[in-house]
């Protein structure tokens, strides 16, 4: 028996899914790509998919469809349904991971930065080419072959989508758990240097440590750390010479503990980076504002907590 939806196949709609999900993969890919000046495999499985993209087009289709003669009809109701599936998709996702895959907050008239006017209207765009353009072109592929044949490949490509969703969201719960044991690391070594008043500010030394994160290559940021050990050691010396942090007899004593903690440091982060699995690296290079909305996410809550 041939399940349908809105008197439409599961097959089609499935079919359908997987083409739209394509097709958003290579414009998101291609876009931020160009934006960047080098490739960037876009989406949140690791396979050519933007799942996002896919699941809207069908939405949108399927809810939209009664009105395929009415374009001011088919913009609005692009703009009010694409914009409610990406802002419950931000916030899902968000709750779930800890972390937010886009941020709108520097847009203007943006909501919580899940959703904004400016990406909404050309929803409303992309909504009216959908049905004047892509869904024709796409309707012409799903044809082009026997539902026989597309039903085995439909079959193929759901079960590789499957393994490849499930694993790319173990992953992404991994990734927040490293980006807390980052967090961690940094907020103790943090406390302790403005304990040593090395810095004033706990802005100061985050500053100082923080563009390790800008490193995508593992030896490029031990490197980068081994600068910093160097500028907070030199720092330290300067101080003590200064008389303006302790006196001469308890030098190697403190100097040797901070040695130590900034040891303990790169070996720390070392570790998290050795741990990252293919997947997780090619999340942070997709998205690379991962790290910093974490922990805003972080923050938000630690301060909701305290209130």
Known sequence: MDITIAGISLYYIISWFFIYSFLGWVWESAYVSVKK??????????????????????????????????????????VVTATLLELVTGWLMEKIFH???????????????????????????????????LHPFVSWLTGLYP?????IVL?????????????????????SKAFAKAEDMLEDLTVYLQGTRVYETKEEIREKLESVRNYRRLQDSLEWLSGRKQEILERFESLVQDRRLLDAESYMEKKRELEQRLDEYVKKYTDIRKKQSRIRKRM????????????????????????
Do not use: M
């Open 37 to 78: 000046g080098k490739p960037v495999n876009r989406g949140f499985i690791n396979g050519p998919l933007c799942t996002i993209y896919g699941a809207g087009a069908v939405s949108v289709y399927l809810i939209l469809k009664p009105f395929d003669g009415n374009l001011l009809i088919l913009y609005a109701g692009g």
């Open 99 to 133: 972390t937010r895959w886009w941020d709108y907050s520097k847009q203007k008239f943006n909501f919580h930065g899940y959703i904004c006017v400016g990406a909404s209207l050309g929803w409303g765009v992309f909504t009216v080419l959908l049905f004047q353009v």
């Open 147 to 151: 539902q026989s044949v597309g039903k």
């Open 155 to 175: 079959l193929i490509v759901t079960l590789l989508y499957l393994v490849d969703f499930i694993s790319s969201a173990a992953a992404a719960f991994g990734l």
């Open 284 to 307: 942070v290079c997709a998205y690379p504002e991962l790290k910093s909305q974490f922990r805003t996410y972080r923050e938000k809550h630690q301060k909701k907590k305290t209130d």
